[in-house]
C-alpha cells in the first residue's frame, strides 16, 4: 500500500518535472526563432525534409479520405434526397475537423517520428555535445530550425490535405454516383464560411504543428542516449502527439464551434 | 612555475546519488601533454566535460586561462570554449555532411571568410592529419581512427589555446593507435598546444606524457613524471600502470562465499 503510494508520488513527481523541462526548452526554442530569419537556409531545408517529404503520404490519405467521405455522405443524404448538400457535407468536414487532425496524425507519424530519432541519435553519438564545446548552440543550429519547419509545413499539409480530400469527395459523388456538378460546388460555396470555417481550420493546424514540432523536439532533446532510450522516445513522441492534437481538437472545436 | 593553463582544485561532483569526484586536485601545465589515467568509470571522460562547462560540479572551483569556468555567463563561456578544442571517443563528426565540411564547421559558425581562404584553412587542418585525401569522403565511409582523425582536424581548427582528447586510443589497431601517439604528440609541440590526453591505455600515453594524473574512486591516488610512476609508491599505481590482474583492486567482483553459493543451489 505504501509502496504503491510512493510510487504513485514518484510518477507525478517525474511527470511534473518532464513537463516543466519540457517548457523550460521551449522557452529556449523560442528564443531562437527570431536569428532564424538570419539563416533561412537552415530552415529550407528542414522544410524540405519535414515539409515536402510529407507531402505525398498527405496527398495520398487526404484523396482516400475525401472518397470515403464521398460515398458515406452520399449514402446517407440521398435517403433524405439531400444529396445535392454532398459537397457541403464534405468540405466542413474537412476543413473544420478532419483536415488538420488527420494531417497532424500524419505528420506526427511520418515527420514527428524522423525528427525525434534524427535528434535523439544526434545525442546518443555526442553531435550534440561536440556542437556545445564548438560553442554553437545545438538548439538553435538544430532545433530551431527543424521546429519552425514544422510549424509552417503543418497548416500548408494540412491545406493540402482538405483540397485534395474535395476533389476526392467530387470524383466520387459527381464523376460516379452522378451528383450535380454545379449544385456540389455552389452549395459548398454558399455554406463555407471563410472566418468561421476556414481561418478556424487554418488556426487548428497551427496549434497542431507547434504541439507536435514541441514534442518531437523535446523528446529527442530529452531522450536517453542509448538505442533503447532513442527507439522509446521516438514512439513517445507519436503517441503523445496524437493523444494532445486529439485532446486539443476537442478543446478548440468547443471554443470555436460551441455556441 | 608558470600559472597553469587548467586549475581544478577540491572538485567535487556527483552523477544522482553516486559520487564520483570526492575534491581533487589538478593542473595542467601550458605547452605540455597531461594525462589523466584510470580505470573505466572513473569519471574521466566527465571531468573534461565539467573542463568543458557541459556539467555543473556539487562544489570546487575549475580555471581555465584563469577564468572561473562555472561563473561565467553563456556567452563567455562560448568565447571560452571557441579557445578550447576537444575530440570526442566517437569522434562526434556530423553524419549528414562530409569530412571537409565538417572541418569547415566551427570556421563557418564563427567567422565569415571568404571561400577561397576557408578552403586553404580546412585543407591544412586536413593535411596536419594526414587526410586531405579525404576530404569529400562522409564520416559513414571512414574507419575508426580516421574518423578520429579527421575529428582532431575539425578540433584544431579554430586554432585552439587547449585540445582535450577522451580515451583517443580506444579500439584502434596499432597502426591507427601509432598514428594517434604521433599526431597528438606533433600537433601539440607544433602548434604550441596544452593538451589534455584522458585515457587507460597506459603504455601508449605514458609515452607521450610529460605529467601524469592516476585517478581512482574520485581521488586523485598519484602524479608525476611518467618515468617516476613505473615504480610508484602505493600498490594500486603500480598494479594499474602494469596492468596486474590481482592486488588491490581485487580480480573477484563481491560475493558471498563461493563455497555457500554453490550449496546454496538457487534458494
Known amino acids: 500500500m505504501l509502496d504503491g503510494l510512493?510510487?504513485?508520488?514518484?510518477?507525478?513527481?517525474?511527470?511534473f518535472e518532464r513537463l516543466g523541462r519540457g517548457n523550460l526548452f521551449l522557452l529556449q526554442i523560442l528564443s531562437h526563432l527570431p536569428g532564424m530569419l538570419l539563416r533561412p537556409r537552415l530552415v529550407l531545408t528542414q522544410l524540405y525534409s519535414v515539409g515536402v517529404l510529407t507531402l505525398l503520404?498527405?496527398?495520398?490519405s487526404g484523396l482516400f479520405v475525401g472518397m470515403v467521405l464521398g460515398l458515406q455522405g452520399y449514402n446517407t443524404l440521398v435517403d433524405f434526397g439531400a444529396e445535392e448538400s454532398l459537397g457541403v457535407v464534405v468540405a466542413l468536414s474537412l476543413v473544420r475537423e478532419l483536415g488538420p487532425v488527420v494531417a497532424a496524425l500524419l505528420f506526427a507519424g511520418r515527420a514527428g517520428s524522423a525528427l525525434t530519432a534524427e535528434i535523439g541519435l544526434m545525442k546518443a553519438t555526442e553531435q550534440l555535445s561536440g556542437m556545445e564545446m564548438m560553442a554553437v548552440d545545438p538548439v538553435q543550429r538544430v532545433v530551431a530550425?527543424?521546429?519552425?519547419?514544422?510549424?509552417?509545413?503543418?497548416?500548408?499539409?494540412?491545406?493540402?490535405?482538405?483540397?485534395?480530400?474535395?476533389?476526392g469527395g467530387h470524383f466520387i459523388g459527381v464523376g460516379l454516383l452522378g451528383v450535380d456538378d454545379g449544385a456540389f460546388w455552389s452549395q459548398m460555396q454558399n455554406s463555407v464560411?471563410?472566418?468561421?470555417?476556414?481561418?478556424?481550420?487554418?488556426?487548428?493546424?497551427?496549434v497542431f504543428g507547434f504541439v507536435a514540432g514541441w514534442i518531437a523536439m523535446f523528446e529527442g532533446y530529452d531522450a536517453t542516449p542509448t538505442a533503447e532510450g532513442v527507439s522509446r522516445a521516438t514512439t513517445?513522441?507519436?503517441?503523445?502527439?496524437?493523444l494532445v492534437v486529439l485532446g486539443l481538437d476537442f478543446v478548440l472545436t468547443a471554443l470555436m464551434f460551441g455556441d | 612555475m608558470t600559472e597553469p593553463v587548467v586549475q581544478i582544485r577540491?572538485?567535487?561532483?556527483?552523477?544522482?546519488?553516486?559520487?564520483?569526484?570526492?575534491?581533487?586536485?589538478?593542473?595542467?601545465?601550458?605547452?605540455?601533454?597531461?594525462?589523466?589515467?584510470?580505470p573505466?568509470?572513473?569519471?574521466?571522460?566527465?571531468?573534461?566535460?565539467?573542463?568543458?562547462?557541459?556539467?555543473?560540479?556539487?562544489?570546487?572551483s575549475i580555471r581555465v586561462h584563469g577564468e572561473e569556468v562555472h561563473k561565467l555567463g553563456r556567452q563567455a563561456l562560448y568565447r571560452l570554449r571557441k579557445r578550447m578544442g576537444m575530440l570526442f571517443q566517437s569522434g562526434a563528426l556530423l553524419t549528414d555532411?562530409?569530412?571537409?565540411?565538417?572541418v569547415a564547421y566551427p570556421i563557418r559558425e564563427h567567422a565569415r571568410l571568404p571561400e577561397p581562404l576557408l578552403r586553404d584553412l580546412v585543407l591544412m587542418k586536413l593535411e596536419a592529419v594526414g587526410l586531405r585525401g579525404a576530404a569529400r569522403l562522409m564520416p559513414g565511409q571512414l574507419s575508426g581512427g580516421m574518423a578520429r582523425r579527421v575529428a582532431l582536424a575539425r578540433a584544431i581548427a579554430l586554432d585552439p589555446m587547449m585540445v582535450m582528447y577522451d580515451e583517443p586510443f580506444t579500439g584502434q589497431d596499432p597502426i591507427s593507435m601509432g598514428v594517434l601517439v604521433k599526431l597528438i604528440r606533433k600537433l601539440n609541440d607544433a602548434l604550441g598546444l596544452t593538451s589534455i590526453v584522458v585515457s587507460h591505455d597506459v603504455q601508449e600515453t605514458a609515452a607521450i606524457a610529460d605529467y601524469v594524473y592516476l585517478l581512482s574512486e574520485g581521488r586523485v591516488v598519484d602524479h608525476g613524471k611518467p618515468e617516476t610512476l613505473w615504480d610508484a609508491a602505493t600498490d594500486w599505481s603500480q598494479q594499474f600502470m602494469q596492468g596486474l590482474a590481482d592486488g588491490p583492486v581485487p580480480f573477484h567482483y563481491p560475493a558471498p562465499g563461493f563455497r555457500e553459493d554453490l550449496l546454496a543451489g538457487g534458494h
Not at chain 1, 57 to 60: A, M, Q
Not at chain 2, 12 to 34: E, K, M, N, W, Y
Not at chain 2, 97 to 102: K, L, P, S
Open chain 2, 40 to 60: 573505466s568509470g572513473t569519471g574521466k571522460t566527465t571531468l573534461l566535460k565539467l573542463i568543458g562547462g557541459q556539467l555543473q560540479p556539487l562544489s570546487g
Open chain 1, 193 to 206: 464560411d471563410l472566418r468561421g470555417d476556414i481561418y478556424n481550420g487554418v488556426i487548428k493546424s497551427i
Open chain 1, 6 to 15: 510512493q510510487s504513485l508520488g514518484r510518477a507525478t513527481l517525474g511527470f
Open chain 1, 145 to 167: 530550425p527543424r521546429f519552425l519547419a514544422a510549424l509552417l509545413s503543418m497548416p500548408l499539409l494540412a491545406a493540402i490535405f482538405s483540397a485534395v480530400g474535395i476533389y
Open chain 1, 236 to 242: 513517445r513522441t507519436v503517441v503523445h502527439t496524437a
Open chain 2, 10 to 38: 577540491d572538485l567535487r561532483f556527483a552523477h544522482g546519488d553516486r559520487l564520483i569526484f570526492d575534491g581533487i586536485d589538478i593542473d595542467i601545465a601550458p605547452g605540455g601533454v597531461t594525462a589523466i589515467m584510470g
Open chain 1, 57 to 60: 503520404i498527405v496527398l495520398v
Open chain 2, 97 to 102: 555532411i562530409d569530412v571537409y565540411e565538417n
